[in-house]
T-cell receptor, first 115, second 111 residues
Framework: EAEVAQSPRYKITEKSQAVAFWCDPI?????LYWYRQILGQGPELLVQ????????DSQLPKDRFSAERLKGVDSTLKIQPAELGDSAMYLC?????????????FGEGSWLTVV | EDQVTQSPEALRLQEGESSSLNCSYT??????LFWYRQDPGKGPEFLFT?????EEKEKERLKATLTKKESFLHITAPKPEDSATYLC????????????WGAGTKLIIKP
Protein backbone atom coordinates (compact mmCIF):
# COMPACT_ATOMS: atom_id res chain seq x y z
CA GLU A 1 0.00 0.00 0.00
CA ALA A 2 1.39 3.39 -1.01
CA GLU A 3 2.38 5.69 1.82
CA VAL A 4 3.41 9.26 2.44
CA ALA A 5 7.10 9.23 3.39
CA GLN A 6 8.53 11.72 5.87
CA SER A 7 11.95 12.31 7.37
CA PRO A 8 13.38 12.67 9.87
CA ARG A 9 11.01 11.01 12.34
CA TYR A 10 12.58 12.78 15.27
CA LYS A 11 14.60 15.98 15.48
CA ILE A 12 16.03 17.78 18.47
CA THR A 13 17.43 21.21 17.75
CA GLU A 14 18.58 24.18 19.74
CA LYS A 15 16.70 27.44 19.74
CA SER A 16 17.73 29.73 16.86
CA GLN A 17 19.02 26.85 14.73
CA ALA A 18 17.61 25.86 11.37
CA VAL A 19 15.66 22.65 10.81
CA ALA A 20 14.18 21.04 7.71
CA PHE A 21 11.64 18.30 7.09
CA TRP A 22 11.19 16.33 3.90
CA CYS A 23 8.08 14.70 2.47
CA ASP A 24 7.40 12.42 -0.49
CA PRO A 25 3.64 12.10 -1.18
CA ILE A 26 1.80 9.12 -2.58
CA UNK A 27 2.60 8.76 -6.27
CA UNK A 28 0.09 10.58 -8.44
CA UNK A 29 -1.23 12.80 -5.67
CA UNK A 30 -1.31 16.38 -6.90
CA UNK A 31 -2.10 17.97 -3.56
CA LEU A 32 0.37 18.08 -0.69
CA TYR A 33 -0.26 19.46 2.79
CA TRP A 34 1.94 20.35 5.75
CA TYR A 35 0.19 20.31 9.10
CA ARG A 36 1.39 21.01 12.64
CA GLN A 37 -0.10 19.10 15.54
CA ILE A 38 0.29 19.88 19.22
CA LEU A 39 -0.44 17.12 21.72
CA GLY A 40 -4.15 16.91 22.50
CA GLN A 41 -5.23 18.98 19.52
CA GLY A 42 -6.27 18.34 15.96
CA PRO A 43 -3.87 19.07 13.08
CA GLU A 44 -3.46 22.70 11.98
CA LEU A 45 -2.89 23.36 8.28
CA LEU A 46 0.32 25.29 7.61
CA VAL A 47 0.53 25.16 3.82
CA GLN A 48 -1.17 23.42 0.90
CA UNK A 49 0.29 22.84 -2.55
CA UNK A 50 -1.53 21.97 -5.75
CA UNK A 51 1.25 20.54 -7.90
CA UNK A 52 4.08 23.06 -7.42
CA UNK A 53 1.85 26.03 -6.58
CA UNK A 54 0.92 27.22 -3.11
CA UNK A 55 -2.87 27.16 -2.68
CA UNK A 56 -3.00 28.32 0.93
CA ASP A 57 -0.25 29.41 3.30
CA SER A 58 -2.31 31.79 5.39
CA GLN A 59 -1.39 29.99 8.65
CA LEU A 60 2.31 29.66 7.86
CA PRO A 61 4.49 31.96 10.04
CA LYS A 62 6.34 33.33 7.06
CA ASP A 63 8.95 35.20 9.07
CA ARG A 64 10.53 31.89 10.05
CA PHE A 65 8.81 29.11 8.08
CA SER A 66 9.17 28.33 4.40
CA ALA A 67 7.92 25.50 2.22
CA GLU A 68 8.64 24.48 -1.32
CA ARG A 69 7.59 21.82 -3.80
CA LEU A 70 9.79 22.70 -6.73
CA LYS A 71 8.94 19.90 -9.18
CA GLY A 72 5.46 19.23 -7.91
CA VAL A 73 6.46 15.96 -6.23
CA ASP A 74 8.38 15.98 -2.95
CA SER A 75 8.43 18.91 -0.57
CA THR A 76 10.56 20.52 2.12
CA LEU A 77 9.40 22.51 5.14
CA LYS A 78 12.05 24.70 6.77
CA ILE A 79 12.11 26.56 10.06
CA GLN A 80 14.76 29.21 10.63
CA PRO A 81 15.33 30.19 13.35
CA ALA A 82 13.56 27.60 15.49
CA GLU A 83 11.81 28.79 18.64
CA LEU A 84 10.76 26.86 21.74
CA GLY A 85 7.10 27.18 20.73
CA ASP A 86 7.77 25.31 17.49
CA SER A 87 8.04 22.00 19.37
CA ALA A 88 5.28 19.85 17.86
CA MET A 89 4.67 17.08 15.36
CA TYR A 90 4.86 18.13 11.73
CA LEU A 91 2.67 16.06 9.47
CA CYS A 92 2.81 15.79 5.73
CA UNK A 93 -0.25 14.57 3.86
CA UNK A 94 -1.38 14.15 0.28
CA UNK A 95 -4.54 13.66 -1.75
CA UNK A 96 -5.39 13.10 -5.39
CA UNK A 97 -6.79 16.59 -5.52
CA UNK A 98 -7.56 19.21 -2.91
CA UNK A 99 -11.11 19.50 -4.12
CA UNK A 100 -14.38 17.66 -3.76
CA UNK A 101 -13.52 16.01 -0.46
CA UNK A 102 -10.85 13.65 -1.68
CA UNK A 103 -9.38 11.60 1.13
CA UNK A 104 -6.23 13.01 2.71
CA UNK A 105 -3.55 10.46 3.63
CA PHE A 106 -0.97 11.27 6.27
CA GLY A 107 2.63 10.31 6.81
CA GLU A 108 4.05 9.10 10.12
CA GLY A 109 4.99 12.63 11.12
CA SER A 110 8.20 14.34 12.23
CA TRP A 111 8.56 15.13 15.91
CA LEU A 112 10.41 18.36 16.60
CA THR A 113 11.77 19.28 20.01
CA VAL A 114 13.37 22.69 20.35
CA VAL A 115 15.61 23.09 23.41
CA GLU B 1 -18.15 30.30 12.90
CA ASP B 2 -17.54 26.79 11.59
CA GLN B 3 -16.71 24.44 14.43
CA VAL B 4 -16.18 20.76 15.20
CA THR B 5 -16.56 19.42 18.74
CA GLN B 6 -15.74 15.88 19.80
CA SER B 7 -16.95 14.22 22.97
CA PRO B 8 -15.98 12.81 25.31
CA GLU B 9 -12.37 13.97 25.48
CA ALA B 10 -11.39 10.55 26.83
CA LEU B 11 -13.21 7.26 27.22
CA ARG B 12 -12.11 4.18 29.13
CA LEU B 13 -13.88 0.92 28.38
CA GLN B 14 -13.44 -2.69 29.32
CA GLU B 15 -12.67 -5.08 26.50
CA GLY B 16 -15.96 -6.07 24.89
CA GLU B 17 -17.86 -3.04 26.22
CA SER B 18 -19.50 -1.29 23.25
CA SER B 19 -19.87 2.50 23.13
CA SER B 20 -20.03 5.53 20.82
CA LEU B 21 -17.91 8.60 20.17
CA ASN B 22 -19.55 11.83 19.10
CA CYS B 23 -18.53 14.49 16.59
CA SER B 24 -20.87 17.49 16.41
CA TYR B 25 -20.37 20.20 13.82
CA THR B 26 -21.71 23.62 12.95
CA UNK B 27 -21.19 24.53 9.32
CA UNK B 28 -23.50 26.17 6.81
CA UNK B 29 -23.28 23.13 4.58
CA UNK B 30 -21.35 19.86 4.59
CA UNK B 31 -19.19 18.65 1.74
CA UNK B 32 -17.82 15.69 3.71
CA LEU B 33 -17.00 14.36 7.19
CA PHE B 34 -13.89 12.30 7.83
CA TRP B 35 -12.91 9.96 10.67
CA TYR B 36 -9.28 9.16 11.41
CA ARG B 37 -7.53 6.98 13.96
CA GLN B 38 -4.25 8.21 15.46
CA ASP B 39 -1.88 6.05 17.48
CA PRO B 40 0.57 7.77 19.86
CA GLY B 41 3.47 9.35 18.00
CA LYS B 42 2.08 8.54 14.54
CA GLY B 43 0.16 10.31 11.83
CA PRO B 44 -3.63 9.98 11.50
CA GLU B 45 -4.87 6.88 9.66
CA PHE B 46 -7.92 7.30 7.46
CA LEU B 47 -11.03 5.35 8.50
CA PHE B 48 -14.19 6.70 6.82
CA THR B 49 -15.68 9.47 4.72
CA UNK B 50 -19.37 10.33 5.03
CA UNK B 51 -21.08 12.72 2.63
CA UNK B 52 -24.79 12.91 3.44
CA UNK B 53 -27.18 12.49 6.37
CA UNK B 54 -28.27 8.92 6.83
CA GLU B 55 -25.08 7.48 5.41
CA GLU B 56 -23.36 4.68 7.33
CA LYS B 57 -20.01 2.94 6.84
CA GLU B 58 -18.48 -0.03 8.62
CA LYS B 59 -15.03 -1.45 9.08
CA GLU B 60 -14.43 -4.39 11.40
CA ARG B 61 -15.69 -3.29 14.85
CA LEU B 62 -16.28 0.32 13.82
CA LYS B 63 -19.38 1.89 12.31
CA ALA B 64 -19.71 5.56 11.43
CA THR B 65 -23.07 7.29 11.03
CA LEU B 66 -24.00 10.82 9.99
CA THR B 67 -26.89 13.17 10.72
CA LYS B 68 -27.33 16.82 9.77
CA LYS B 69 -25.61 18.00 12.95
CA GLU B 70 -23.37 15.19 14.15
CA SER B 71 -21.61 11.95 13.46
CA PHE B 72 -21.17 8.95 15.69
CA LEU B 73 -18.39 6.40 15.66
CA HIS B 74 -19.81 3.25 17.17
CA ILE B 75 -17.37 0.66 18.45
CA THR B 76 -18.71 -2.83 19.03
CA ALA B 77 -16.99 -5.30 21.37
CA PRO B 78 -13.72 -3.37 21.34
CA LYS B 79 -10.32 -4.94 21.84
CA PRO B 80 -7.22 -3.40 23.45
CA GLU B 81 -5.75 -2.80 19.99
CA ASP B 82 -8.60 -0.38 19.30
CA SER B 83 -7.05 1.98 21.84
CA ALA B 84 -6.13 5.21 20.03
CA THR B 85 -7.24 8.80 19.56
CA TYR B 86 -10.10 9.13 17.08
CA LEU B 87 -10.20 12.38 15.13
CA CYS B 88 -13.12 13.86 13.23
CA UNK B 89 -12.74 16.48 10.49
CA UNK B 90 -15.32 18.36 8.43
CA UNK B 91 -15.03 19.86 4.97
CA UNK B 92 -17.57 22.71 4.72
CA UNK B 93 -19.55 23.19 1.52
CA UNK B 94 -18.10 26.65 0.95
CA UNK B 95 -14.56 25.36 1.28
CA UNK B 96 -12.86 23.40 -1.46
CA UNK B 97 -10.12 22.03 0.74
CA UNK B 98 -9.74 23.48 4.25
CA UNK B 99 -10.69 20.79 6.77
CA UNK B 100 -11.92 21.80 10.22
CA TRP B 101 -10.64 19.37 12.84
CA GLY B 102 -11.95 18.32 16.22
CA ALA B 103 -9.55 17.80 19.12
CA GLY B 104 -10.16 14.06 19.19
CA THR B 105 -11.40 11.44 21.64
CA LYS B 106 -8.79 9.33 23.37
CA LEU B 107 -10.12 5.79 23.64
CA ILE B 108 -8.57 3.33 26.08
CA ILE B 109 -9.67 -0.30 26.06
CA LYS B 110 -8.64 -2.26 29.13
CA PRO B 111 -8.16 -6.04 28.87
Amino acid sequence: EAEVAQSPRYKITEKSQAVAFWCDPISGHATLYWYRQILGQGPELLVQFQDESVVDDSQLPKDRFSAERLKGVDSTLKIQPAELGDSAMYLCASSKSGYSGNTIYFGEGSWLTVV
Amino acid sequence: EDQVTQSPEALRLQEGESSSLNCSYTVSGLRGLFWYRQDPGKGPEFLFTLYSAGEEKEKERLKATLTKKESFLHITAPKPEDSATYLCAVLPLESNYQLIWGAGTKLIIKP
